[in-house]
């Protein structure tokens, strides 16, 4: 960013950055203004690119509530500078907890917090819809926040644990063709477990035929086919890619600043730039990934061409030299 920014030095002036810019201006910069004033805009971002996206999704399952994927990313930092990021005994890190809705491939949510923080606390911090529908890894099988999950007439879809202790009230006939292998309701039996969900749920025990593996998948959503289940909780791997993109291309493990508020800042510019880049790929219907585009704006950031023009030309991929006359040169 510094690179492009310096080749525009004659502009400093007419944008504000006065008579130099430098990573250490950048820094304080961070340090000293609010990361709220971003978070804000980042929220306001997310409902306007949710708003535009929803209709160019990929999800193919016939479920018209919202489909969000709970998780956590870990961003590794250094313990003796950023020295509020407990993590280990040696290390700091700070985790990204998100709500990605499946649907838009948006963020919905965004909760930063230190590295030690367990990736179920963060359950406590979310707001549930009513007839939304919440997929989770097995890390984040608490019976208590689940059962905090069903009273607000909200579903979730996650995995067994191992020692998933349970006792079988009730089986449906399930077609082994699609790889269902059981489809049951339980009622757990484990003193603390049974007391936080004293109601019944439904186990699911899949076999993913591409995979060669099984799995056991807890819900309190009776309505929907178990293998409608079963591919709900795939589309959890949407916000493992999100992490995978947004590391790598949103540059968040280099910080500019190292006070928690420095921080957040950056994670929440990320955010923006995120979703402003989904935003401009709907509503001028650009036909590129959301990696080249990032990489034309960010190219341009200068550039007075509309960004129309700027995103339409068309990728010469396949670009062969002319052919001319050439000495051959004989090797002895």
Known sequence: ???????HSNKYYHLGFGKNVSRTNLAIANEQRDCCIYETFAYEMIA?????????????????????????????????????ANFRKAKGAIKIHTLYDIKTSIPAFVHITEGNVHDVNALDVLTYEAGGFYIMDKAYVDFKRLYTINQSNAFYV?????????KRISSVK??????????????????????????VLRRIKYFDNEQRRTFVFLT?????????????YRYRWKVELFFKWIKQHLKIKSFWGT??????????????????VAVIKSKLKINRST??????????????????ELLQSPINKNVKEQKCKQLKIDLI
């Open 220 to 232: 309190n959503n009776f309505a929907q086919s178990a293998v409608d289940i079963a591919m709900l």
């Open 48 to 84: 306007i690119a949710r708003g535009c996206i929803i209709d160019e999704t990929d999800f193919t399952l016939l479920i018209a509530e919202h489909v969000y994927a709970f998780d956590s990313t870990t961003i590794d930092l250094c313990l003796n500078v950023f020295w509020w």
């Open 158 to 166: 996650t995995r067994a644990k191992e020692n998933f202790n349970f």
């Open 259 to 276: 006070s928690i508020n420095a921080v957040k800042t950056q994670v929440y510019i990320a955010i923006i730039t995120y979703t402003l």
């Open 1 to 7: 960013m510094l690179i492009t920014v310096s080749a």
């Open 291 to 308: 990696y080249e585009i990032l990489q034309i704006v960010s190219a341009s950031l200068f550039d007075k061409t509309h960004l129309n």
């Open 174 to 199: 399930s077609d082994k063709t699609n790889g269902i292998i059981c489809d049951q309701t339980v009622k757990l039996k484990g003193i603390k477990s049974s007391t936080y969900y004293p109601v």
